[in-house]
């Protein structure tokens, strides 16, 4: 496999159940992101890591909870959401140097629906 | 003010059209630009980086004005496969921060035979 991969690609679930995303890459970055894409608005950027440490947390509420166990690896753990979370939820992964980002790939996205 | 901003279209035009577009950016800290395509219920995909002294590729011309914080695309003779979102990213690192891409809500493109 190459590039980002995520699953599942499509996801439906009631507001108390435990859920969890996962984003695989397999370009050797050693950065990676969830985003959120809601109609109408543009990607949000919700977590970041870098070399396996979480770098920034843009005030997520806390029924998201990211974990990364290694550089190839991303989840996202879902609890308690709401129907305002449904949305696309994007992995994306760089190869961060000093700053700048290089070779920034997406995932193909899990569409998300909380009902 | 919102960090990127663009106008959200949709921009219909006839195939074989010019069609320009155009975003502005808040952060002078913005290091980096880049113009992403997203095609409907798909990931964004990178489309070219913008330097600051314009840069080509094939159909595609992306410029870049620093003072005025503004970035533009340029697709000529546009095509039915150019129909998507097109998204203007920047990268902006905040003092020993890691630098993440800003993303602006899109222009939607929509060509017609």
């Known amino acids: 496999e190459t590039g980002v991969t995520q699953t599942p690609r499509h996801l439906v679930m009631g507001m108390t159940n435990k859920k969890s995303l996962k984003c695989e890459q397999h370009?050797?970055?050693?950065?990676m992101y969830w985003y959120k894409q809601s109609a109408k608005k543009p990607l949000e950027l919700m977590f970041v890591?870098?070399?396996?440490?979480?770098?920034e947390n843009n005030s997520v509420p806390s029924r998201f909870s990211p974990e990364c166990p290694n550089s190839s690896h991303l989840f996202l753990h879902l609890h308690t959401l709401q129907p305002e979370d449904s949305a696309l939820y994007l992995c994306?992964?760089?190869?961060?140097?000093?700053?700048?980002?290089?070779?920034?790939?997406f995932g193909s996205g899990t569409r998300l629906t909380v009902v | 003010r919102k960090e990127v901003e663009q106008d959200p279209g949709p921009f219909n035009v006839p195939e074989g059209a010019t069609v320009a577009f155009n975003c502005t950016y808040s952060?002078?800290?913005?290091?980096?630009f880049f113009w992403y395509r997203q095609d409907c219920r798909k990931e964004p995909k990178l489309l070219m980086s913008?330097?600051?002294s314009g840069n080509e590729d094939g159909r595609f011309t992306a410029q870049l004005n620093r003072a005025s914080q503004y970035i533009s695309l340029l697709i000529r003779d546009s095509k039915l496969s150019d129909s998507a979102t097109y998204l203007c990213?920047?990268?902006?690192?905040?003092?020993?921060?890691?630098?993440?891409?800003?993303f602006g809500k899109g222009t939607k493109l929509s060509v017609k035979p």
């Open positions: 994306a992964s760089s190869q961060e140097i000093r700053g700048t980002n290089y070779g920034y790939t």
């Open positions: 370009l050797g970055h050693n950065a």
């Open positions: 890591y870098s070399l396996e440490e979480r770098v």
């Open positions: 952060n002078s800290a913005s290091q980096s």
């Open positions: 913008v330097y600051s």
């Open positions: 990213v920047v990268n902006i690192r905040y003092g020993g921060s890691q630098g993440n891409l800003i």
